[in-house]
């Protein structure tokens, strides 16, 4: 079945940026999606990349897909303490209904 | 756009009652809805998959009877939980996806928080 393995904290200065890697066994998913969950919130869609691209940048955000080695990355630069949140990397398993497979889940503490 | 509510936000119930969270796509039709679980500082565990007008399906160790779910319209899935006990309070989320996209983006509600005394 699919696994998807992600670090579980990571702690940055305000300002610097913030690198949330993400690795996933089933390679036939065609997106690949970051999601952030704030306390007590439901998901919020942040960003999602074609599997036949190697980057995709949306402002602060960058996602990286390295298909070979089946990592995913989501980087967010000048991290600001409103980014302090969960984020959930995600990919589709094509088992059947095209379900979601999340990680565990990166909890990013952004300190002054 | 890709807006999705769900009622009540938070519910608290005494053991033995039963409890409906609804969720709605506001702004798209949703052919597939999903419903999750999430312990406290835990990933979300998909319970089931609600397509409209058909039987839900349910993941492994997931009781139908007790997770009844109805898909009734584009637009909305209900979530009933029955016979709540202590063990079912947890943080329930439902997402849809857009039937007129192609990403099989999910878009997710704010969660309902159930807590059974």
């Known amino acids: 079945g699919e696994d998807v393995e992600q670090s579980l904290f990571l702690s940055v200065r305000e300002g610097d940026s913030s690198v949330i890697n993400c690795t996933y066994t089933d390679s036939s998913s065609t997106y690949l999606y970051w999601y952030k969950q704030e306390p007590g919130a439901g998901l919020q869609l942040l960003t999602y990349i074609f599997s036949n691209m190697d980057m995709k940048q949306d402002q602060r955000l960058t996602v990286l897909l390295n298909k070979k080695d089946k990592h995913l990355s989501l980087r967010i630069a000048d991290t600001q303490t409103g980014d302090s949140a969960i984020y959930f990397c995600?990919?589709?398993?094509?088992?059947?209904?095209?379900?979601?497979?999340f990680g565990a889940g990166t909890r990013l503490a952004v300190h002054p | 756009g890709a807006v999705v509510s769900q009622h009540p936000s938070w519910v608290i119930c005494k053991s033995g009652t039963s409890v409906k969270i609804e969720c709605r796509s506001l702004?798209?039709?949703?052919?597939?809805m999903f419903w999750y679980r999430q312990f406290p500082k835990q990933s979300l565990m998909l319970m089931a998959t609600?397509?409209?007008?058909?039987?839900?399906?349910?993941e492994q160790g997931v009781e139908k009877d007790k997770f009844l779910i109805n898909h009734a319209s584009l637009t909305l899935s209900t979530l009933t939980v029955t016979s709540a006990h202590p063990e079912d309070s947890s943080f329930y989320i439902c997402?849809?996806?857009?039937?007129?996209?192609?990403?099989?983006?999910?878009?997710f509600g704010p969660g309902t928080r159930l807590t059974v005394l």
């Open positions: 609600s397509n409209e007008g058909s039987k839900a399906t349910y």
């Open positions: 997402s849809a996806r857009d039937r007129d996209r192609s990403t099989d983006t999910q878009y």
């Open positions: 995600a990919v589709v398993f094509s088992g059947g209904y095209n379900k979601l497979i």
């Open positions: 702004d798209f039709q949703a052919t597939t």
